[in-house]
Nanobody, 124 residues
């Protein structure tokens, strides 16, 4: 079983930046697609970005050009660099792991492993 531990959330002004990190541990964690979802109060969970073991990335349209996902396979860590943050980006951000990118993109309810979440607050 893979375990995920997130860090890096916090309060930032609109237009600012934050970098989220998620450390994966456990058996064959390097085989997994790693990524991020977010959920704001009263809204459904939303896919944000994901990256495969060979560095292929996927992003939702609302964050393209502002958020960058990256991965350090040697350290089994995935990062989400968030720039030009907007108030609508405020949410709990959850790191996730699954063996299939299709699960991230089409069946988030079936994602195998979730982190505990880290809160991002954006003040206007």
């Amino acid at each position: 079983q893979v375990q995920l531990v997130e860090s890096g959330g916090g309060l930032v002004q609109a237009g600012g930046s934050l970098r989220l990190s998620c450390a994966a541990s456990g058996r064959t964690s390097s085989d997994y697609v790693l990524g991020w979802f977010r959920q704001a109060p009263g809204l459904e969970r939303e896919f944000v970005a994901a990256i495969s073991w060979n560095q292929i990335t996927y992003n939702t349209d609302s964050v393209k050009g502002r958020f960058t996902i990256s991965r350090d396979n040697a350290k089994n860590t995935v990062f989400l660099q968030m720039n030009s943050l907007k108030p609508e980006d405020a949410a709990n951000y959850y790191c996730a792991a699954d063996l299939s990118i299709a699960t991230f993109l089409k069946s988030s309810g079936r994602v195998e492993v979730w982190g505990q979440g880290t809160l991002v607050t954006v003040s206007s």
